[in-house]
């Protein structure tokens, strides 16, 4: 069956400075979608992503996140100039149909540790 | 704005059933989702309900009533492995997925 898969599984960095987080959605697959998840709170929606371009994003996702689909496969988040805070795991997930929300398939995460 | 409540800890014994609550205030409402997450690891999709009414797949059941902002999650003939939090989310936007915190479940012997 196939899988949303996410590199890193883990990435530790120094605060301040800039991540990607790359996820490979199921290849036909129209929606994506970023979550993060900090230990032990629930998952929040960041960013959701049709069409080439961000179609909803929630008041988390800032000037400090980006996200886009550089080769029409990775689907990367881009955290800049990160925090403490930021530490979590990023969840991706994608979607087949065409209607707004259907079955939502989950990456394994990236577990983001900033020190 | 979304606000979504579901209790925070349940405990059900081996081979019995168990409900779990979530009610739901949303600006908008296109469905309702139940995720399965074990600890560390990423949710698992169980059902998504966009009309009234209980959907049943094999051991898991889930019901909606938008009138009433209310969902449950019916799990029968519990196992070990059910163990587990469950996730009520809900998609109320264009795209927006809120979820809740989730209800830990422990199935004990």
């Known amino acids: 069956e196939p899988e949303v898969t996410q590199t890193p599984s883990h990435q530790v960095t120094q605060m301040g400075q800039e991540v990607i987080l790359r996820c490979v959605p199921i290849s036909n697959h129209l929606y994506f979608y970023w979550y993060r998840q ?5 998952v929040e929606f960041l960013v959701s992503f049709y069409n080439n371009e961000i179609s909803e994003k929630s008041e988390i996702f800032d000037d400090q996140f980006s996200v886009e689909r550089p080769d029409g496969s990775n689907f990367t988040l ?11 795991m ?3 997930a994608t979607h087949p149909s065409g209607r707004r929300a259907d079955t939502q398939y989950f990456g394994p995460g990236t577990r983001l540790t900033v020190l | 704005g979304q606000n979504i409540d579901q209790p925070t800890e349940m405990t059900a014994t081996e081979g019995a059933i168990v409900q779990i609550n979530c009610t739901y205030q949303t600006s908008g409402f296109n469905g309702l989702f139940w995720y399965q ?3 560390g690891e990423a949710p698992t999709f169980l059902s998504y309900n966009v009309l009234d009414g209980l959907e049943e797949k094999g051991r898991f059941s889930s019901f909606l ?3 009433k902002g209310y969902s449950y999650l019916l799990l029968k003939e519990l196992q070990m492995k059910d163990s ?3 996730l009520c989310a809900v998609s109320g936007g264009y795209q927006k997925v809120t979820f809740g915190t989730g209800t830990k479940l422990q199935v004990i012997p």
């Not at chain 1, 881009?78 to 979590?88: F, G, P, Q, V, Y």
Request: some cysteine; charged content about 25%.
């Open chain 1, 38 to 42: 900090i230990l032990g709170q629930k």
């Open chain 1, 78 to 88: 881009k955290i800049r100039s990160t925090k403490l805070e930021d530490s979590a």
């Open chain 1, 90 to 92: 990023y969840f991706c």
């Open chain 2, 37 to 39: 997450q074990h600890a």
């Open chain 2, 65 to 67: 009533s938008r009138s």
């Open chain 2, 84 to 86: 587990a939090s469950y």
